[in-house]
């Protein structure tokens, strides 16, 4: 692995950078693989990955994150679609702890994840806060955002808003904010042991341009974070440009504190003047840069107005929806005839964003109301929602690959009419059984490709 001589050069004068290790642990080939539980539809963590790879030690940093000892075929594991773990760079993981140590988590927070793709972090972050809580996860790239929202449907989350806007228009939302953190986009050297192809398209110029767009973005959202709010700030370049520079020029322009962040020294991370670095050859995971600073001025009175408010779901056609919902502390709207559900007191909220920002989801997408029937969403399968009514059809592994491959599925008994199919009692999606076949309903876009 030939790492660029001038990324190796600028990075002789930061703290921790030992030369011949790091060229070492780049040579090696050595991947490190990990994931992240799904704390809401998991009781034991060993019950993943259900192929493949083996439960390795825990990632220190997290309640929630594990290294594997082999990399499985995620793709061929049933509960990798079902939302029961997210596979994750384990040094991201790490944002954890720069939540629980800087934000009051059982308290009703507003939380911005402004570069959120592919939702890493939303899906973290989401499981770390309350249920009354509101996650904004937003994607400036639409392509991105969709795959985005998908997987934010399959974690399960309910208090999720996924947007597509660029980090301008969040200006508008002034002192909105308890939290924002700004997973920047940025030159990637962290990740060139994973992806050897990104070495080539490493250039001085590169850092140079995107630390000024790490600028431009964290510019752009600062008026929404309120006052005493918090900011977080990461990337995976070891580019001083794009990490320890960026903070001090924010420190320099706007009124903030850096917020130092207790670690154990035994997990290896390196704490730089204003923020943590994680070296490949001293951690268990890839580089990566994190640092957290609270705004000192502002305001932390914020003014919502609702110009418009989404319809409610009628109590004639909640007759029709609550077959399939658990009673829950939830509130149903409509938007056409789909309907969602999202839970009290965020409706307000919704209505509010949705005046000023591009959503493309939000909440839990239950189904589409159709006549006087409802058409169950994938959203609904992976959620927490589902009424113990609903039945459930227990799938063999290839059964469950052929479902997730969308097949036609043969083999299965049951009674017409919608079904929840599950593997080893985990959700993956609907089937509808008419009188002469079978309806496999796996959204188009989600399906297996390859073969085994
Ligand atoms: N936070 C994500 C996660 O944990 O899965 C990874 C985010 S990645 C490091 C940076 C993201 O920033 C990408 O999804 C990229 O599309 C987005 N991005 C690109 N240009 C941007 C811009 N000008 N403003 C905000 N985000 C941008």
């Given at each position: 692995?030939?790492?660029?001589?001038?990324?190796?050069?600028?990075?002789?004068?930061?703290?921790?950078?030992?030369?011949?290790?790091?060229?070492?642990?780049?040579?090696?080939?050595?991947?490190?693989?990990?994931?992240?539980?799904?704390?809401?539809?998991?009781?034991?963590?060993?019950?993943?990955?259900?192929?493949?790879?083996?439960?390795?030690?825990?990632?220190?940093?997290?309640?929630?994150?594990?290294?594997?000892?082999?990399?499985?075929?995620?793709?061929?594991?049933?509960?990798?679609?079902?939302?029961?773990?997210?596979v994750q760079e384990a040094s991201s993981m790490f944002l954890e702890q720069a939540f629980?140590?800087?934000?009051?988590?059982?308290?009703?927070?507003?939380?911005?994840?402004?570069?959120?793709?592919?939702?890493?972090?939303?899906?973290?972050?989401?499981?770390?806060?309350?249920?009354?809580?509101?996650?904004?996860?937003?994607?400036?790239?639409?392509?991105?955002?969709?795959?985005?929202?998908?997987?934010?449907?399959?974690?399960?989350?309910?208090?999720?808003?996924?947007?597509?806007?660029?980090?301008?228009?969040?200006?508008?939302?002034?002192?909105?904010?308890?939290?924002?953190?700004?997973?920047?986009?940025?030159?990637?050297?962290?990740?060139?042991?994973?992806?050897?192809?990104?070495?080539?398209?490493?250039?001085?110029?590169?850092?140079?341009?995107?630390?000024?767009?790490?600028?431009?973005?964290?510019?752009?959202?600062?008026?929404?974070?309120?006052?005493?709010?918090?900011?977080?700030?990461?990337?995976?370049?070891?580019?001083?440009?794009?990490?320890?520079?960026?903070?001090?020029?924010?420190?320099?322009?706007?009124?903030?504190?850096?917020?130092?962040?207790?670690?154990?020294?035994?997990?290896?991370?390196?704490?730089?003047?204003?923020?943590?670095?994680?070296?490949?050859?001293?951690?268990?995971?890839?580089?990566?840069?994190?640092?957290?600073?609270?705004?000192?001025?502002?305001?932390?009175?914020?003014?919502?107005?609702?110009?418009?408010?989404?319809?409610?779901?009628?109590?004639?056609?909640?007759?029709?929806?609550?077959?399939?919902?658990?009673?829950?502390?939830?509130?149903?709207?409509?938007?056409?005839?789909?309907?969602?559900?999202?839970?009290?007191?965020?409706?307000?909220?919704?209505?509010?964003?949705?005046?000023?920002?591009?959503?493309?989801?939000?909440?839990?997408?239950?189904?589409?109301?159709?006549?006087?029937?409802?058409?169950?969403?994938?959203?609904?399968?992976?959620?927490?929602?589902?009424?113990?009514?609903?039945?459930?059809?227990?799938?063999?592994?290839?059964?469950?690959?052929?479902?997730?491959?969308?097949?036609?599925?043969?083999?299965?008994?049951?009674?017409?009419?919608?079904?929840?199919?599950?593997?080893?009692?985990?959700?993956?999606?609907?089937?509808?059984?008419?009188?002469?076949?079978?309806?496999?309903?796996?959204?188009?876009?989600?399906?297996?490709?390859?073969?085994?």
């Open positions: 692995m030939n790492l660029p001589e001038k990324l190796l050069q600028s990075l002789e004068a930061i703290k921790g950078f030992d030369r011949e290790a790091f060229e070492k642990v780049h040579a090696s080939g050595e991947q490190v693989t990990s994931i992240r539980i799904n704390p809401q539809k998991l009781s034991e963590a060993s019950q993943v990955p259900s192929t493949g790879g083996h439960l390795g030690e825990a990632v220190p940093w997290t309640e929630y994150g594990y290294y594997l000892n082999q990399r499985p075929s995620f793709t061929f594991d049933p509960l990798f679609h079902a939302g029961c773990y997210y629980k140590q800087t934000v009051d988590l059982s308290r009703r927070l507003r939380i911005l994840d402004l570069s959120a793709a592919p939702g890493g972090k939303s899906t973290h972050i989401q499981s770390l806060i309350s249920k009354d809580s509101l996650l904004v996860s937003n994607e400036v790239i639409r392509s991105r955002a969709n795959i985005l929202k998908d997987n934010i449907a399959k974690w399960g989350s309910d208090n999720v808003i996924v947007t597509n806007n660029d980090p301008k228009s969040f200006a508008r939302l002034e002192n909105y904010f308890d939290a924002i953190i700004v997973d920047a986009p940025c030159s990637g050297s962290g990740l060139f042991r994973r992806d050897e192809k990104a070495i080539d398209e490493w250039s001085e110029n590169n850092v140079h341009l995107c630390s000024q767009r790490q600028q431009r973005i964290l510019a752009d959202v600062w008026s929404a974070l309120k006052r005493n709010g918090v900011l977080i700030y990461s990337t995976c370049s070891y580019s001083n440009e794009e990490n320890e520079n960026i903070v001090q020029w924010m420190t320099a322009e706007l009124p903030i504190a850096h917020c130092p962040l207790p670690i154990d020294n035994s997990w290896g991370i390196i704490e730089t003047e204003n923020g943590y670095r994680f070296w490949p050859d001293q951690v268990k995971g890839e580089g990566f840069f994190i640092a957290c600073m609270r705004k000192l001025g502002g305001e932390d009175k914020v003014e919502i107005k609702v110009k418009k408010k989404i319809e409610i779901v009628s109590k004639k056609e909640m007759e029709v929806v609550k077959y399939w919902i658990k009673a829950t502390d939830h509130q149903f709207l409509k938007i056409g005839n789909v309907v969602y559900a999202v839970p009290k007191g965020l409706s307000t909220d919704i209505d509010f964003l949705l005046s000023n920002l591009q959503i493309i989801y939000f909440g839990t997408m239950v189904g589409e109301l159709v006549r006087d029937k409802l058409i169950p969403a994938h959203a609904l399968a992976m959620s927490n929602l589902i009424s113990d009514h609903v039945e459930r059809i227990e799938l063999n592994y290839e059964q469950a690959i052929d479902y997730l491959k969308k097949k036609d599925l043969r083999e299965i008994n049951g009674d017409k009419g919608w079904k929840l199919v599950t593997y080893k009692n985990y959700p993956l999606g609907w089937i509808n059984i008419l009188s002469n076949r079978i309806n496999n309903y796996y959204p188009r876009e989600l399906r297996i490709l390859k073969d085994i």
